[in-house]
């Protein structure tokens, strides 16, 4: 390479790394709300990708399944919600079919902003986000969790993941 060329291929390369850093995507976070939004985790997740929340009910002891998928906006899309058995609480059954030894019951694809839920250790609860689980251990019993989508740039993302440096909210990602 002529040496003239050099300075140009540098700029080159640190203008596509910083466009690459400020380029906007979606983590599934899990915030305490009642820790001022405390963010606990980040998973960044693609539109279409699946996320699953499992546990056993409080009441019926059985085994539920929320599956939602990743939407624009960004929303979660509920899909379907596979349950062992009817129990309080729990979707109807008018809308559900039988697989796999579960009632599969067809949620439509609702768009929800999140969800809120209290965590107990006892409900066994698993978060599973893009193929990986997502740890919910460290949080104690009782806690208010959320679990939605935020936008975010890829360097905000990165510095959460390297250095626990979180934002601190609903598009502040930004």
Known sequence: MKPGRRPLALL????ALGLALGW???ALV????????RLVEAVRVTTGEMVRLTY????????????????PGPSLLLEETRLDSI???????????????????????????GLRFFYSPVNQTRLEAAGRPVSLEGLEAGSLLFIGLEPVRLWRWLAWRLAGLAWSGQGEGE
Do not use: I
């Not at 080159?12 to 203008?15: E, R």
């Not at 899990?30 to 939004?37: E, F, K, Y």
């Open 12 to 15: 080159l390369c640190l203008a």
């Open 24 to 26: 906007p995507t979606q």
């Open 87 to 113: 129990g309080t609480g729990l979707p109807l059954a008018g809308r559900s079919r039988r697989e796999e030894g579960q009632r599969v019951v067809d949620e439509g694809g609702r768009p929800l902003a």
């Open 56 to 71: 056993r009910h409080s009441v019926e002891g059985t085994l539920v399944q929320g599956r939602f998928r990743v939407g």
């Open 30 to 37: 899990l915030r305490l709300p009642r820790q001022d939004g």
